[in-house]
């Protein structure tokens, strides 16, 4: 790995979109400048230059503009379009450029929790019966069992779950479908709820190099929504939620699970998998996150490696060495 090399940094700043009009949820997935600033500084320290680049408007600019660098470190979730995280990884594609992360084919297929639910399913790994609704018309024909859970198909950091998520009958369901459907303006999931205990399970690598950070089980303190991790619980998670490290049986079984459908799905250099538990104690595949959050304090995999003692900068060195390592030692093609 030359750290005599320039690192490029993609991402959605929150602060700019709120500049320009758009709400606190609309914007819940972006990045803080706090952030970017200890993504930058971990690089800093590594030993690498940085440049700010920005979402991917500002990409398409720099790239016209003849910029190259070495390594993209992307955490650009984009804005528009149910592909909208894969706008980057693809761009830098073209351009022949290495980045961190996982490429567009894979992001595509984990963004959009329907299409990664049938892969996972197809692979033999365990996960609850769904569906994906357009409208809520199509709420009369759902063939699955009540209590159900639904979300957006396409989202992040828990935009769109709240407490009409959970619902208990055909009228409930109607009445979120329409609701999910109408603020996020996208199709909706169905799935059998699944009442057991929920984990995240963080890992970095890529391949059979992929290894298990730990294993954070999510558990709801008294006042929170208790039906899931919502974007309330999410957003005063240190008033609602209580993260744990867990390494009981049912807790390996989530992370073996969860490493298993990572190298399968073809994921790249650090994420997280979701996944929670049925009646029976067995762990279902929820959902991966391939961009993960990288708030220092906020975002899940930091405070999973807090909880485990490992450092911020040792978990950005994890990820840039994998990228690092699978792209050949960061080397730009000509294009």
């Known amino acids: 790995m030359d750290r005599n090399t320039v690192i490029g940094l993609t991402y959605d700043l929150r602060s700019h979109y709120q500049m320009l009009g ?28 940085t440049e700010r680049i920005g979402n991917v408007k500002d990409l398409v600019t720099s790239l016209a503009e003849g910029r190259r660098w070495s390594m993209v470190f992307n955490i650009a979730e984009g804005l528009l379009g149910i592909g909208r995280e894969s706008q980057v990884p693809a761009i830098l594609d073209a351009y022949g450029i290495p980045y961190t992360f996982s490429d567009p084919l894979v992001t595509s297929i984990c963004f959009h929790k329907g299409v990664a639910k049938r892969f996972v399913r197809d692979a033999g790994f ?37 407490a009409s998520s959970k619902v208990g009958n055909l009228k409930e369901l109607k009445e979120s479908v329409a609701k999910k459907i109408a603020e996020c303006r996208q199709p909706v999931i169905v799935e059998t709820y699944l009442p ?29 929504e208790q039906n899931g991790y919502t974007l309330i619980n999410k957003e005063r998670y240190e008033e609602f939620v209580e993260y744990r490290l867990a390494d009981d049986d049912e807790a390996m079984t989530a992370a073996d699970t969860a490493l298993k459908i990572w190298r399968k799905l073809g994921c790249h250099d650090g994420g997280r998998v979701d996944l929670r538990s049925d009646a029976d104690g067995i762990p279902n595949f929820m959902e991966v996150n391939t961009l993960p959050g990288l708030d220092p304090k906020k975002s899940d995999l930091p405070i999973l490696c807090t909880k485990k003692g490992i450092k911020y900068l040792s978990l950005i060195e994890a990820i840039i060495e994998s990228a690092f390592e699978r792209t050949g030692g960061g080397k730009v093609n000509k294009v």
Do not use: C, H, M
């Open 196 to 224: 057991g205990r929920e984990f995240t399970v963080g890992i970095t690598g890529t391949g059979q190099s992929a290894k298990i950070v730990g294993v954070l089980e999510i558990l709801y303190k008294d006042g929170a």
């Open 22 to 49: 758009y709400t606190l949820e609309e914007t819940a997935e972006f990045d803080s400048d706090s952030t970017i600033d200890a993504i930058e500084e971990s690089l800093n320290i590594l030993g690498f230059k």
């Open 126 to 162: 365990p996960t609850t019966d769904f569906e994906v609704l357009d409208s809520a018309d199509e709420a009369d024909s759902v063939n699955l069992g009540f209590p159900l859970f639904i979300k957006p198909v396409a989202e992040g950091t828990s935009k769109g779950i709240d």
